[in-house]
């Protein structure tokens, strides 16, 4: 069965974003990185890609905010 994935936070800095994933994992919340590969490319310009956008199954979404605003402030879709 195929499951969608939804956007739950955008980060502009890579380690902001690989403690959020390794909160999301450490949790057992499988998550997925988009243009993740664009900012270690051009990190000046992140602001023009979007910045690194973290993804999880929408059964889990919920979950895996409370999970992020537990620790720190993130940028909503």
Known sequence: MHENLITIATFHNEPEFLLA????????????AQDENMLRIAAW???VFGGIKLLVREADAQD???ILRQTSPIERE
Do not use: G
């Open 21 to 32: 994933r390794a909160r999301l994992e450490s949790a057992d919340i499988e998550c997925f």
């Open 45 to 47: 310009h992140s602001h």
């Open 64 to 66: 895996a905010l409370a």
